[in-house]
């Protein structure tokens, strides 16, 4: 079962079985998990830290300065420094901490994100092991931090961390709601629950077929990863860090680790559902390519990871209410909305051929502008230009000195 | 397993305490060192007391033991983001209280330096204000970068950037050198499309417009009555602008209008002073063609012995009205000099404003009344 | 209005400000211009200008330039002048206000252009008479007209001789002359 599929693991575990004498063969399953881990578990540090690199560094540029350029050509030692700093700062405990939930919370912040690895295809045939539940593993697993986060805020007995963690755990239930409802519609079309399955089932785009649910699941999922404009977790204006607020040196960089380890995967997840995973998008598959599928999906996963830091330099933050209302009262029923269409369409064409295809790409399309032009309206209705309520009077200058 | 029916009762309501959170002096968004001390429940504000002293620094007693133009270098350090403005206000109670006359280049030169500081404190207003609602920096940053502009026309001037030292009892110290008119002009050339990009990046954005909107209503009589200036009046909607009731130097020749908002809430405010930064560009274009040649200072003594009396100069500096009450015993220095600093008198409402809201609302309404600690401690 | 317009029109600035050239310059190896008049520490002070007048201290708001003077008649110059024995200006306390330059009759005072004296510990910010005495003269076009007027510029590496700095239009007197005046009074 472990083995299904052509997989990774399956490979490496094959080469080693061929090593060992008969009936140690469960020697072999420890030994090739073991590497993976820890292939994996290094793949994810050294993305994390060039994806620290590249935000900080495009984010500069998005404000109009340099971001860092000094450690290594272009600044590009620069996590490896701050690794350096997080390492030997002291690692300060709160005397009132709760010590044993303060010092694993980071590691249950970081699980997930190293769990997710496991599951996502990374290119053809490049995949830990092919889970035929692998999207509700996604799903369920990512809840794991908002444990964490509150572990962090409820342990460092701070009450900006507290305030921070409540809200945190809040705002990650709700928007697992339109976050998995907004997968279902993916579900119906593909047919299949395994990650793997999904970017085979995905002849076109499912972004094309499946709009709005690309637009709720990118929302939900900005949402559960903490950025901005969600980041009311850690909102540096209001409670200075949130739930990391006392959390120093290595700790305070394992968190770093998980956040941006889960902005990874979550765009990953995102790639392989919505914009067909590691397919070339131009070039048919079975037709000759260039380019590795690895290099696809790199590519895919970076244009999601810029769209967030662009959305990060850009907006501000909205209130805990508002995230709320925003999730319950606008999200939650567009994503129902995209599942009633997405289940009618399934039922009425099951095997849709090319035409009917793009037929349903339009029908989608306009579903999709149309549910959000009229949300829009409905919210808006009475909203004018929001500048008119500021004028210009002209005085008369009266001379009474 | 537990017995249900042995369970004791739950309370009716669930009993909750509300807590006690301080929020500065060390806070990310407290424009300096301002403590407030914050009962909440939950995320609700019950109720805030401001404390303040942490950047006392004795400016009025320090100002009776210098000489009226020593004061100068002492007016800088109020509100430090417009030093411009209070060396002006300063600079008039002198002038009153001594009788000086000052030559027509000098005041408009007065008049370029303190609106070009008001475009420069509303720049950094609007930067941190976004930075409280929480943009990533970056319209602090293109705030920071116009700015620069004008802390380099400043340089030219007067040698300085922030702490400027630029006026004296009876005009400015110096006129400006050549190279400052061309670059004067390239810089009213550029701004509007500096202000215009700001605006475009924040004005209509949904997410500013749904968290300003309708917070922190502050009625145009309760203002009055707390006596608040500035552009907090002003975005309640009562068009007060000493520039207007009490012309100093020429603002009397210039032709602006004052942004008035209609609702007196957050987003007034903060949209009231992008229009504000706007006339202000257009005092300076006029100040620039009409400014007439001559001297910039009367040749007051270095140390000026007003006659026995009191005077009180004031202006409309970028967060109100900043006046300086002076009284002269016929020495060298004031007896008594009194700052009526708006950031300080701007805080009086800040408990009703607050009232109410979410933390998270706190340090968006906390900030658009715009302190400087500077100025509130002295 | 369409609700998503706003932050869409931010999001294009935000884009557009992507492809500028960035506004910050790194620091130590590039720096942003100064202008002439910048004031800065490293006063640059004439010895030879100066008498002793101790306008400059009286007139320092916070009190941070201490003169020590003794009389000396052996000096050859326009009228009696008092020869210099300290002359230190305390950095740590300086704000750059410049009143000691605006008040000095006789221009041996003027402000430096430097902004980079870090040092370790407190006392090695005071400037000392040694060293206002052999730093090289580059005074700050700040108050000084007569050096604006020459278009003098203290970042193009020129020094000014004391002669060069004085607002006086009429020449500075020889040397020759300045001791037969001398001769002549006694
Ligand atoms: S610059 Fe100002 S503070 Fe510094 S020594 Fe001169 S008068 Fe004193
Ligand atoms: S005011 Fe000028 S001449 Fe007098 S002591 Fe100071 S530097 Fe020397």
């Known amino acids: 079962m472990i083995l299904a599929g052509n997989s990774l693991y399956r490979n490496i575990y094959g080469f080693f079985v061929g090593l060992l004498p008969d009936g140690l063969s469960w020697l072999g399953l420890v030994i090739t998990g073991l590497i993976l881990a820890f292939v994996f578990v290094n793949a994810l540090m050294i993305f994390v830290a060039g994806v620290v690199y590249l935000e900080r560094r495009v984010l500069g540029r998005f404000q109009s300065r340099l971001g860092p350029n000094r450690v290594g050509p272009f600044g590009a030692l620069q996590p490896i420094a701050d690794l350096l700093k997080m390492v030997f700062k002291e690692d300060v405990v709160p005397a009132a901490a709760d010590k044993l939930v303060f010092a694993a919370a980071p590691i249950v912040m970081v699980v997930p994100a190293l769990a997710m690895m496991a599951v996502i295809p990374y290119g053809k045939n490049t995949f830990v092991t092919d889970l035929n539940v692998g999207i509700l593993f996604a799903i369920a697993i990512t809840s794991v931090s908002s444990l964490g986060i509150f572990m962090a805020g409820w342990g460092s007995a701070n009450r900006f961390a507290t305030l921070g963690a409540m809200r945190g755990v809040a705002m990650l239930v709700s928007y697992e709601v339109p976050m998995l409802l907004s997968l279902v519609g993916v579900l119906l079309l593909g047919g299949t629950l395994s990650l793997v399955g999904v970017v085979d089932a995905q002849r076109i785009p499912f972004i094309l077929l499946q709009p709005l649910g690309f637009l709720v699941f990118l929302i939900a999922a900005t949402a559960e990863m903490n950025r901005a404009p969600f980041d009311i977790v850690e909102a540096d204006s209001e409670i200075v860090a949130g739930y990391h607020t006392e959390y120093s040196g290595v700790k305070w960089g394992v968190f770093q680790l998980a956040e941006y380890g889960a902005m990874i995967v979550s765009a990953a997840v995102l790639v392989t559902v919505f914009l067909s995973g590691w397919q070339n998008p131009f070039v048919p598959q079975g037709w000759p390519q260039v380019l590795p599928s690895q290099l696809w999906f790199l590519l895919k996963v970076g244009l999601v990871l810029f769209l967030l830091i662009w959305v990060r330099a850009t907006i501000p933050r909205l209130r805990i209410d508002q995230i709320m209302g925003f999730a319950w009262k606008i999200l939650f029923p567009l994503a129902l909305l995209n599942l009633v269409v997405t289940a009618v369409e399934v039922q009425l064409v099951p095997n849709p051929n090319t035409w009917q295809l793009w037929v349903l790409v339009a029908i989608n399309l306009a579903v999709a502008v149309g549910a959000v032009v009229g949300f829009g309206a409905a919210f808006g209705r009475r909203r004018t230009n929001p500048t008119a309520s500021v004028t210009l009077v002209s005085l008369q200058a009266e001379v009474v000195r | 397993m537990t017995n249900l029916q042995q369970h004791p009762e739950p309370p009716a309501e669930l009993e909750a305490e509300p807590v006690v959170v301080n929020l500065g002096p060390q806070h990310p968004s407290t424009h300096g060192v301002f403590r407030l001390r914050v009962i909440m429940d939950g995320e609700t504000i019950q109720d805030v007391e401001p404390i303040f002293g942490y950047l006392h620094r004795g400016t009025e007693k320090l100002a009776e033991e210098r000489s009226y133009t020593q004061v100068v270098t002492l007016t800088d350090r109020l509100d430090y983001t417009a030093a411009m403005s209070n060396n002006l206000a300063y600079v008039l109670a002198v002038e009153k209280l001594a009788g000086i006359e000052v030559p027509e280049r000098g005041m408009y030169l007065r008049v370029i330096a303190a609106e070009l500081q008001r475009i420069a404190a509303h720049l950094i207003f609007v930067g941190f204000s976004l930075d409280e609602l929480g943009a990533f920096h970056t319209p602090l940053l293109y705030g920071f970068r116009e700015r620069e502009r004008i802390l380099d026309l400043f340089e030219m001037l007067c040698g300085a950037r922030i702490t400027v030292s630029y006026m004296r009892p009876g005009g400015v110290h110096q006129d400006a050198p050549v190279d400052f008119w061309p670059a004067l002009d390239r810089f009213l050339a550029d701004m509007p499309h500096y202000l215009d990009e700001l605006q475009g990046l924040i004005a209509e954005n949904e997410i500013v417009v749904a968290r300003t909107k309708g917070l922190a209503v502050l009625l145009a009589a309760k203002a009055i009555n707390c006596s608040m200036s500035g552009p907090v009046l002003r975005a309640s909607g009562v068009a007060w602008d000493l520039r207007k009731q009490d012309p100093y130097d020429v603002y009397g020749r210039m032709q602006f209008d004052i942004p008035v908002g209609a609702n007196g809430d957050t987003y007034d405010r903060l949209l009231v002073r992008l229009y504000e930064a706007r006339q202000s560009l257009r005092i300076v274009a006029q100040a620039r063609k009409e400014i007439p040649g001559g001297p910039v200072r009367t040749q007051a003594p270095f140390f000026i012995r007003p006659p026995v009396g009191e005077a009180y100069g004031h202006v409309e500096a970028p967060k109100g009205e900043l006046g300086f009450y002076l009284v002269s015993q016929g020495g060298i220095s004031p007896y008594r000099c009194k700052i009526r600093s708006p950031s300080f008198i701007n805080l009086t409402a800040l408990k009703e404003m607050l009232v109410g809201y979410k933390v998270a609302d706190l340090v968006v309404i906390f900030g658009s009344i715009d302190v400087n600690m500077g100025e509130v401690d002295r | ?186």
């Open chain 3, 1 to 186: 209005m369409t609700y998503g317009a706003g932050i869409a029109k931010g999001l294009m600035v935000t884009m557009r400000n992507l492809f500028r050239k960035p506004t910050t310059v790194q620091y130590p190896e590039e720096r942003l211009p100064q202008h002439p008049r910048f004031r800065g520490e490293d006063f640059v002070w004439y010895e030879e200008r100066c008498t002793g007048c101790a306008s400059c201290a009286k007139y320092c708001p916070l009190g941070i330039i201490k003169i020590v003077t003794s009389p000396s008649g052996t000096q050859t110059q326009e009228g009696e002048k008092y020869r210099l024995e300290v002359f230190d200006i305390d950095i740590a306390r300086c704000m750059f206000c410049g009143l000691c330059v605006e008040a000095c009759p006789y221009d041996a005072l003027h402000m430096g252009s430097g902004f980079e004296r870090g040092r370790y510990a407190r006392n090695d910010l005071t400037i000392h008479i040694d060293e206002l005495k052999s730093a090289p003269k580059r005074p700050s076009t700040w108050f000084r007209p007569q050096l604006e007027a020459k278009g003098y510029d203290p970042f193009s590496g020129e020094t000014v001789p004391w002669q060069g700095v004085s607002r006086a239009s009429k020449n500075d007197p020889t040397k020759e002359e300045m001791d037969s005046r001398w001769v002549e009074r006694q």
